[in-house]
């Protein structure tokens, strides 16, 4: 049905910055919302930013500031830039989507979508 593809992880110095990308494709009638979530060694997993296709956003107190979500529409493509990464930051990053597709003629699903998950590490 639908494929989320994650994309820029990496190794980084603390003070230093990424760019995520993750990209949606199958058949996609409409989609609602997309965000980032991490999860961190021994914890849970956290929602870090969502947007909506209206642009409507919602961070995590935790990177207000440093971290901006972006989303390209015509490319079923959001963005997460990372600025002044700490250690903290550590963490895979899980994209998400919440999604309508048509399956046939008169037929539409909504249902959430994950991406497969990129590592973030930030140290010296």
């Known amino acids: 049905q639908v494929q989320l593809v994650e994309s820029g992880g990496g190794l980084v110095q603390p003070g230093g910055s990424l760019r995520l990308s993750c990209a949606a494709s199958?058949?996609?009638?409409?989609?609602?919302?997309m965000g980032w979530y991490r999860q961190a060694p021994g914890k849970q997993r956290e929602l870090v930013a969502r947007i909506t296709s209206g642009g409507r956003t919602n961070y995590a107190d935790s990177v207000k500031g440093r971290f901006t979500i972006s989303i390209d529409n015509a490319k079923n493509t959001v963005y997460l830039q990372m600025n002044n990464l700490r250690p903290e930051d550590t963490a895979v990053y899980y994209c998400?989507?919440?999604?309508?597709?048509?399956?046939?003629?008169?037929?539409?699903?909504?249902?959430?979508?994950w991406g497969q998950g990129t590592q973030v590490t930030v140290s010296a």
């Open positions: 998400n989507a919440y999604i309508m597709t048509v399956a046939g003629p008169g037929f539409r699903d909504e249902r959430d979508y």
């Open positions: 199958g058949s996609i009638f409409s989609i609602y919302v």
